[in-house]
């Protein structure tokens, strides 16, 4: 029988305010697929985690990328504002095989694209790195460090 690991990483989550809008950017720009999503349920542990205020309504949709499952999960709090705050507290940062692409596709929905930065690793290899602010003011940094390093 294999031990259980003390720690293991499960997922990010992001709260947004609608659910179809985020995905037409983690599913249609970033790749990810909705593995699982379920409706408002008003007995729901997040609601006091997230301190979810009297008549908002909650979704849920984890999502998934190739190889690696649930890795992240959004929750829609409808009916009740999201608030922003600066600097930002979190980013998911994903390694991406066509910056380019993410960031042509990321304009066209009209989200922020943060101008790209040099990237320069623990272990001194050069690479590419770009914010992406999506519709809810969460930030989602890319990057590509090229193979032939």
């Known amino acids: 029988m294999t031990e259980k690991q003390p720690t293991r990483f499960q997922r990010a989550n992001y709260c947004v305010e609608d659910i179809d809008r985020a995905l037409t950017f983690y599913e249609g720009v970033l790749g990810f697929e909705v593995t699982y999503r379920k409706g408002h349920n008003s007995d729901s542990y997040s609601i006091p985690l ?69 990237l320069e690793t623990h272990d001194g290899r050069i690479g590419r790195e770009i914010g992406i602010v999506d519709f809810d003011d969460n930030l989602v940094v890319i990057y590509n460090i090229p193979e032939a390093q």
């Open 50 to 118: 997230f301190e979810i205020p009297d008549g908002a309504e909650l979704g849920f949709a984890i999502l998934s990328l190739p190889n690696q499952p649930r890795v992240m999960a959004l929750s829609q709090i409808k009916n009740a504002p999201l608030p922003s705050g600066y600097p930002r507290r979190s980013a998911i940062v994903l390694d991406i095989a066509d910056c380019d692409m993410v960031m042509e596709k990321s304009r066209a929905l009209g989200l922020h694209v943060y101008k790209e930065g040099r």
